[in-house]
């Protein structure tokens, strides 16, 4: 087969020096996922316990998503709660069984803890102890932490994610479970390749339905698909899972080793292997193809926002032909992410964390032809002449696997062919 | 603890990034863990601004927490003040510092910058953005705007107008003309592109038009008793409640009271005989207050609607909004709960809902048409082209908005005439807006959704069910309801073809 991707390169960036600073971040907070984990479980209700500002986000970053009355809502803290915390608790428990009277589709409760409710120390975990005891076996009652201040954006799926791995029922199967929210689409794609390879006992973490027979243990594989499940990582190994180290499933490369790493674990004959991934590995090839021809040669710089920045800039830089200026992440997990940074190339910026106006100068400085950002930061930036796109949209959209390798590279093709293609001067 | 849903007013400390953005020259520092910066993003995408807000976030984390959060507040400001060199800054706390109690206010004293910093105390709490955006305003006129000596020509400062807020840009433009028209200049518009420099002269106007009493009554009443300027009652939105502003700007200046109504449009919009179809239309008016007050009067004395419900979702104008209800004969809803407007009207089941963003989405799940008057809004209600609210202009693109959702006039008689007709059916929708033709269903397959509040008692006959179908969509609910308050108030418990029919003489207007 021709060589379409370079070879690794000599050292990779995995010992590199990360540029850390500490100022403000502009990023979302965890309580963002629920946006798509809601409609991810279908039958899961997301309860914030927190402030109006909470709600604001969630309604901000839903944008015109609009539900008549959605799977999601928050418990907004008054006064009177401050007052005296026994009250909050009871107070939340009378809002839970409100709700579930009201909602009898709700099989899982998440209860959702944010800033305010853990600054003044509500016990989230308690309260969804003794309704989970109240309501089983209907209803499931889980808490997790969504918080600005324990969380960033992407984390919130971790730590839900987290939280429901210990209440799993244990298994000694032998089976594969792929771990992170993925869009039905991409998932039944994912599980149609693993299929035809023969792997066929496999659960995905999280189901979409409360009843699904998701269980764990020893004899347990899990793969990730997200880089973002540090949590649900750790939290998986304690139940005795092992994990498969691969890079993610993002373009033709990144699916192929990771498809690799599974098939491997599962001793499949790599002709077998050929032979189911052949045909897709080439359409990849070829959607991506298109798009590359905008994005060679183009520069581009990552603030931080997902955690998707070190599995997205290897796949610009080796399968588009782009140059990774800086790569920010705002958590950089080296036991997840390891053989993603093996195949970033040597010298590439890394930093963690952010201080955004230090961050905005070196981005100034450094001009790139497209600057991966915030919404708060991309208006702002195109007026000042950079071309950008919005993070936030590489985890709305279906970006994972050979079928979505073109739509994943078209995000970062469309906003430089969109500018090139505006006229707006005078003819002359 | 209150479980909500969908809200109308973001916290307080929005309201002040709403005044802080508006404004130039000046910078809020917010003491606020990370998450809360995707305030930003409201002004960067759904008003499209070109900057970021003028905001510093401190970005406090789980570990700072009783260590240092103090420090990293006095770091911030002091950074915010180096880089940015404002004018003035605002110092304040979010919903999770306010419980950390860190003082931003005190600490920022302590640190003796060389500008005017003014801490705000916004009770995260118990009020919402409105309130955030009042108070922050007043904070700040009280701390910069001196007595001055006033202009030599006679000057109105333009008060209220801030980011995000619903077509602030272009009333200003509209109640900047009808002032001039009057020879009266503008001294000072404020916050919207005020500086704090700009805030210290306030006090050379002769007057202060307050445009949105939402945002900027407290520092308007303030003004009047500190700086004398007294200010405007009316707000101009309408043709009847801009000839009233015009009368008592002239009376407050002492000047001919002067309105050129050669654009002026709506009143013959109005009587022109397309519009005898608006006649009597059934409409639900909710927003802010404010709004929601000239809203009414337009929609009943300039378009002939009949008012069938009104409320508002800011508790600081409960009173006026009860009271306005009175006049038009129906009860205010005074609610900030999307649930509870939502369950309104399912129940009055109006032809046309005047409301916010949240209004539109009630409207597209009942399939009533919904025009968008007050805020909160999304990015389509900050169009390109100039379309105030305000003023002469404001009453005509008012007109269009309101009329736009609605199927045109000799189109409503074309749908009761060839309402069988399989292109020009009524699921169709109106001819002027956007969308795939959708086929015709058969009728058999398409059970008619019930009006929420079928007493139980009463029942439709299969053939009354059929008939009832055959009414254009636009005014069938209007009909079962009817229908069946008829049947309900004469004791039947089954309605026949007859019983529609004769509801429909019963009713006829
Ligand atoms: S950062 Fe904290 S207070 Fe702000 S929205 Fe997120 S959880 Fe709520």
Same mark, same amino acid.
């Given at each position: 087969?021709?060589? =379409? ?26 309580? /963002?996922?629920?946006?798509? +984990? ?14 109006? /500002? ?30 005296? +915390? ?13 709700? $579930? ?7 899982? +409760? ?24 109240? =309501? ?14 324990? &969380? ?29 929210? $993925? ?19 496999? /659960? ?27 949590? /649900? ?25 990771? $498809? ?68 920010? &992440? ?10 993603? +940074? ?28 497209? &600057? ?27 970006? =994972? ?28 | ?6 809200? %109308? ?202 445009? %949105? ?17 007294? %200010? ?78 009104? *409320? ?25 709960? %999307? ?51 305000? *003023? ?36 169709? *929708? ?60 004469? *004791? ?18």
């Amino acid at each position: 087969m021709t060589r =379409h991707t370079p070879p690794p390169p000599a050292a990779g960036c995995r010992n590199a020096p990360v540029l850390k600073q500490r100022g403000q971040h502009e990023v979302f907070c965890g309580l /963002t996922g629920i946006i798509w +984990l809601h409609r991810k479980m279908q039958d899961a209700f997301f309860l914030v316990v927190g402030s109006r /500002t909470c709600a604001h986000l969630l309604q901000s970053a839903a944008g015109v998503m609009i539900f008549a009355e959605p799977r999601f809502g928050t418990a907004i803290l008054e006064e009177t709660d401050l007052a005296g +915390l026994a009250d909050a608790q009871e107070e939340l428990e009378a809002q839970v069984e409100r709700l $579930l009277e009201r909602r009898g589709d709700i099989r899982q +409760l998440f209860l959702v803890g944010s800033c305010p409710s853990e600054v003044i120390k509500l016990d989230l975990a308690r309260a969804a102890e003794r309704l989970s005891a109240r =309501h089983a076996p209907r209803v499931r009652v889980l808490n997790y932490s969504g918080s600005g201040i324990e &969380t960033t954006f992407t984390e919130g799926e971790d730590a839900c994610l987290a939280a429901m791995v210990p209440a799993l029922p244990a298994t000694d199967r032998r089976q594969l479970m792929l771990v992170g929210a $993925l869009p039905d689409v991409v998932e039944d794609q994912a599980l149609d390749l693993l299929a035809q390879m023969g792997i066929t006992d496999v /659960t995905v973490l999280p189901a979409r339905h409360a009843d699904s027979d998701v269980a764990v243990g020893p004899n347990t594989v899990f793969a990730l698909t997200q880089p973002f499940l540090g949590g /649900t990582h750790a939290a998986l190994e304690r139940r005795g899972a092992r994990h498969i180290p691969a890079p993610f499933p993002f373009g033709e490369e990144g699916t192929t080793a990771w $498809l690799r790493a599974v098939a491997r674990e599962f001793g499949v004959d790599p002709a077998r292997f050929d032979a189911v991934t052949d045909a897709p590995r080439a359409r990849a090839r070829h959607a991506v193809a298109k798009a590359t021809e905008t994005l060679n040669g183009k520069s581009v710089f990552f603030f931080p926002d997902s955690q998707l920045e070190v599995p997205l800039a290897r796949f610009l830089t080796r399968e588009c032909g782009m140059e990774a200026l800086e790569v920010g &992440t705002p958590y950089l997990h080296k036991g997840v992410v390891g053989a993603e +940074l093996d195949l970033l190339a040597d010298g590439t910026a890394l930093s963690e964390g952010q201080d955004v106006d230090l961050q905005l100068d070196r981005c100034r400085a450094a001009r790139p032809d497209l &600057t991966v950002c915030g919404l708060g930061l991309a208006n702002p930036l195109e007026a000042e002449g950079l071309t950008t796109k919005w993070a936030i949209e590489l985890v709305f959209t279906p970006v =994972h696997f050979y079928e979505q390798a073109g739509d994943l590279a078209g995000l970062f093709s469309r906003p430089l062919r969109r500018r090139a293609a505006l006229k707006l001067e005078a003819a002359e | 603890m209150k479980l909500s849903v969908w809200t %109308y007013e973001g916290p307080p400390h929005v309201g002040a990034m709403r005044v802080a953005t508006g404004m130039t020259g000046l910078h809020y520092v917010l003491h606020a863990p990370q998450g809360d910066t995707y305030a930003d993003l409201l002004f960067t995408m759904i008003e499209r601004r070109n900057h970021r807000p003028p905001v510093t976030y401190t970005t406090f984390q789980a570990r700072d927490l009783g260590s240092d959060t103090a420090n990293l507040f006095k770091t911030a400001c002091q950074g915010a003040y180096e880089r940015f060199k404002p004018q003035a800054m605002i110092v304040g706390a979010s919903c999770t510092a306010e419980l950390i109690q860190d003082d931003p206010g005190g600490m920022a004293e302590t640190m003796g910058l060389p500008v005017p910093v003014i801490p705000l105390e916004l009770p995260s709490y118990q009020r919402k953005e409105n309130f955030g955006a009042d108070e922050t305003f007043h904070q700040l006129v009280r701390a910069l705007a001196r007595p001055v000596e006033k202009t030599p020509q006679i000057t109105a400062n333009l008060v209220g107008p801030t980011a995000l807020g619903f077509r602030h840009r272009d009333d200003i433009t509209e109640v900047t003309a009808l002032l001039e028209e009057m020879g009266i200049g503008v001294n000072v518009t404020a916050p919207m592109g005020a500086a704090p420099a700009d805030l210290a002269r306030l006090g050379a106007a002769h007057f202060n038009v307050l445009m %949105y009493p939402e945002t900027a009554e407290s520092a308007c009443r303030w003004m009047e008793r500190a700086l004398d300027l007294p %200010y405007t009652k009316t707000v101009p939105i309408g043709v009847g409640a801009t000839r009233d502003f015009v009368a008592e700007v002239a009376e407050l200046a002492g000047v001919t009271p002067r309105l050129d109504t050669a654009r002026l449009r709506l009143p013959w919009y109005s009587e022109s005989v397309d519009s005898t179809y608006l006649t009597g239309k059934r409409v639900f008016i909710f927003g802010d207050g404010t709004h929601v007050a000239a809203a009414a009067r337009i929609a009943r004395d300039e378009m002939g609607f009949e008012v069938v419900g009104l *409320g508002c979702y800011n508790r600081e104008m409960a009173r006026p909004i009860r009271a306005l209800a009175r006049d038009y004969g129906v009860e205010a809803l005074i609610s900030d709960d %999307y649930l509870d407007v939502e369950a309104q009207v399912e129940a009055l089941a109006p032809e046309l809902i005047l409301g916010t963003q949240m209004e539109r989405h009630i409207g597209k799940r009942l399939g009533i048409p919904c025009a968008v008057i007050s805020a909160p809004v999304h990015v389509q209600d900050f169009p390109a082209r100039y379309s105030p609210q305000m *003023g002469i202009e404001g009453a005509n693109v008012i007109f269009d908005t309101w009329v736009h959702p609605l199927v045109m006039g000799l189109e409503e008689h074309l749908l009761h005439m060839f309402r069988d007709d399989f292109e020009f059916h009524d699921d169709a *929708g109106a001819s002027h807006h956007g969308g795939q033709h959708v086929p015709r269903v058969p009728t058999a397959d398409r059970p008619e959704a019930p009006a929420a509040a079928t007493p139980d008692a009463i029942t439709w006959r299969a053939e009354a069910e059929r008939e009832l179908r055959k009414i254009p969509f636009f005014v069938r609910g209007k009909a079962r309801r009817n229908t069946e308050t008829f049947a309900a108030e004469r *004791g039947l418990c089954e309605i026949g073809i007859d019983t529609l029919y004769e509801a429909k003489a019963h009713y006829a207007r």
